[in-house]
């Protein structure tokens, strides 16, 4: 019989984890797919595709992954998450991959009734009606409580060997990652920062001041302390070395052709970025702006103190600042 190969959209988590080893142990050749975004987590994924041995591909959702979370068709969960948009987002991604490597069929850790707005009965058909996926997604944690699927009908799979679990506890997932020794994966409910609501709010004022705003700038949102400056730009003040770093890190880029401004201070302060609609010489208003709040988040003010100032890939501009917050003077 000719060996059947899947795809398996894997989160770093327990479910999608257990599924994949599930349909493993059938004799599937499995392909993990992880789709990273600027609001998942994926810390572990590398380690649970390489505890289940299989080969691990990562694709960055788009810049229309923006757009469907500012406009999503069936309208969020409890806070700015779009799950049913997401998801059919996620398997046509996952379609174009299966496609790229010849597999016959999706797999995912779903449970019917684990989470309120996608995992229902209903949400399932519409999601996969509108990716185009009709039957070709499997669910092993809750096949047998859902319609038999192509795979199982055609006998790739042997359906008797999946499960019927539902609702959102999760007793049964953990007996049986500890009956089948599963490593690696990461707690349950961690992850989705579209879920958080502090991080939503964030998310709703970064949207209403960069309507069209971009992906680099969406990366940067999980970190810092996020400000509006004027109704086009934002600034993001970093709260400790960690989120300075990766401030700095992915604003590099950016800053280097000229679409975000970095801001780093010479003294124990945080560093800041700016994006958004600034001139090409950044005005002093905004430049007293990005100041006050590097002052007023620092550890150790001294009297003076020099904050380099980067836009382009040129030298960057230092400017004498002076405790009391007044306008700086720019040095070199
Ligand atoms: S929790 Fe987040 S990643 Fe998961 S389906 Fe909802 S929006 Fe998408």
């Avoid at 790229?100 to 399932?124: C, H, W, Y």
């Avoid at 042997?158 to 990461?186: H, P, V, W």
């Avoid at 998310?203 to 999980?222: D, I, V």
Wanted: hydrophobic share 40%.
């Amino acid at each position: 019989m000719q060996k059947r190969k899947a795809v398996s959209l894997m989160s770093g988590g327990l479910d999608s984890a257990l599924a994949t080893r599930i349909i493993l142990d059938q004799g599937i050749d499995i392909l993990g797919l992880y789709l990273s975004s600027p609001f998942g987590c994926h810390e572990d994924i590398v380690k649970v595709a390489d505890s289940l041995g299989v080969p691990l591909k990562i694709v960055e959702k788009g810049s229309d992954y923006l757009d469907l979370i500012r406009n999503p068709k069936y309208g969020y969960g409890k806070n700015m998450n779009p799950c049913i948009d997401c998801r059919i987002y996620m398997f046509q991604m996952a379609q174009a991959v299966m496609d790229e490597v010849s597999a016959d069929f999706i797999v995912t850790g779903e449970v019917l009734g684990q989470r309120p707005m996608s995992q229902r009965k209903n949400a399932f058909q519409i999601i996969d009606r509108d990716s185009e996926m009709e039957e070709l997604i499997l669910r092993p944690l809750s096949a047998k409580n859902l319609p038999p699927t192509k795979p199982e009908r055609e006998g790739w799979v042997d359906r008797e060997k999946l499960l019927a679990i539902a609702g959102r506890g999760r007793t049964e997932q953990l007996s049986m990652a500890d009956a089948l020794d599963l490593k690696g994966y990461s707690a349950p409910a961690g992850g989705c920062l579209l879920t958080d609501e502090n991080f939503s709010e964030r998310l709703s004022s970064f949207f209403k001041t960069r309507p069209k705003g971009s992906m680099a700038e969406a990366r940067l949102l999980r970190y810092g302390r996020y400000f509006n400056l004027n109704e086009e730009t934002f600034v993001l003040v970093g709260r400790d070395k960690e989120e300075n770093e990766k401030l700095e890190e992915l604003s590099l880029d950016e800053v280097k052709n000229g679409r975000m401004v970095f801001f780093k201070p010479d003294f124990a302060g945080p560093v800041a970025v700016l994006s958004g609609n600034f001139s090409a010489t950044l005005s002093e208003a905004l430049f007293g702006e990005v100041h006050k709040l590097i002052v007023r988040f620092s550890k150790r003010i001294p009297e003076w103190g020099m904050i380099r100032v980067s836009v382009g890939d040129g030298t960057p501009t230092s400017y004498l600042v002076h405790s009391s917050l007044e306008l700086p003077v720019v040095h070199s």
